[in-house]
């Protein structure tokens, strides 16, 4: 008997932590389903989507580099995803082969937020590449307030201002941090291999948190700084695990298993 799969692609796809997410907890909820990975070069994106289309046992999939911007093209209903986060990563199959595309990084981002009011807070952001796309998608339908983004190239920066309808400024990344109340890398500095991110965390109040994308390492430079300093932290896994969450309730109809996180965390660092 075939068995439901679903998988992700990308190129590379090597590096890719969601098999062993998705397989930690199809495994755990001991069902029937299988989540690989897929390695499919650019030019050989639109054949590999066809195919699958026609498979009924083709859940859908994930979406990592360089195929995020490409796969909008290739499903049926990209829902409102390209005028506002502008990149895809996850696609759904229908039971009658029709493609629903979506992007769960934003909700995935504001998961470990969810609790907190933010209406009017003041933010800063580091980057402006695909995730802090979602990132200030995510905090505007938060409502934040004055947002400032620290950016290597400040252009890209403004126009995702304008772009998510936020009122701000845009910095050089070597410029001292206002006092937020949420400061978030979403750049990849402090990843494995780039430098890491140095700030002075001094203005910054007592309550403010300090939310790190990069998971490998998982303790970066930044997070480290600002649990000296006695703040809150959020690193990358949260966000991972919870962009992943969502995703696989769309393919398999489940939510994960609840009480598993630090196992999983255990996993996934191991
Ligand atoms: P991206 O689109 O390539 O954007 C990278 C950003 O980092 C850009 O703003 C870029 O600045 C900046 N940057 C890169 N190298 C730099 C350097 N040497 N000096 C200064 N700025 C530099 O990448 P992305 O997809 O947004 O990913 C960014 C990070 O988020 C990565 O570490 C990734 O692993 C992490 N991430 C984590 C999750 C999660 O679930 N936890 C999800 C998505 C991404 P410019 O704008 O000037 O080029």
New binding site residues.
């Given amino acids: 008997m075939s068995k439901p799969y679903t998988e992700v692609i990308g190129d590379p796809i090597a590096h890719s932590k969601s098999p062993l997410i998705h397989g930690f907890w199809l495994e755990a909820l001991g069902i029937e389903g299988a989540y690989r990975r897929a390695h499919v070069k650019p030019e050989n994106l639109e054949s590999f989507i066809a195919d699958r289309r026609a498979d009924p046992d083709w859940r859908g999939c994930n979406v990592t ?1 360089p195929h995020k911007l490409a796969v909008m093209d290739l499903v049926d209903d990209p829902g409102d995803i390209r005028g506002t986060i502008g990149a895809m990563n996850t696609i759904v199959r229908q039971k009658d082969g029709s493609l629903i595309g979506t992007n769960t ?1 934003a909700a ?1 981002f504001y998961a470990p937020l969810a609790e907190l009011d933010l209406e009017g807070a003041a933010v800063a952001v580091v ?6 796309r979602a990132v200030l998608f995510a905090l505007a339908r938060a409502g934040v307030g004055h947002v400032t983004i620290l ?3 400040p252009l ?1 920066a403004m126009g995702l201002l304008a772009t998510f309808g936020l009122k701000g400024d845009v910095v050089a ?1 070597d410029t001292a941090l206002p006092p937020v109340s949420l400061l978030v890398n ?4 402090g ?1 494995a291999g ?2 890491p991110l140095d700030f002075d965390l001094s203005p910054l109040p007592e309550d403010a948190i300090v939310y790190d ?4 390492p998982l303790q970066t430079a930044l997070l480290k700084a600002a649990e000296a300093r006695g703040l809150d932290t959020v690193d ?2 949260d ?2 695990i919870g ?1 992943a969450a969502l995703a696989f309730e769309l393919f398999f109809g489940r939510s994960p298993p609840e009480g598993r996180d630090d196992d999983l965390r255990a996993l996934l660092t191991a």
């Fill in positions: 580099i990084d995935g980057g402006a590449g695909g995730a802090a950016n290597r190239s890209k990344l979403s750049s990849s500095l990843m780039q430098p994308l990069v998971y490998a990358g896994l966000m991972l962009q």
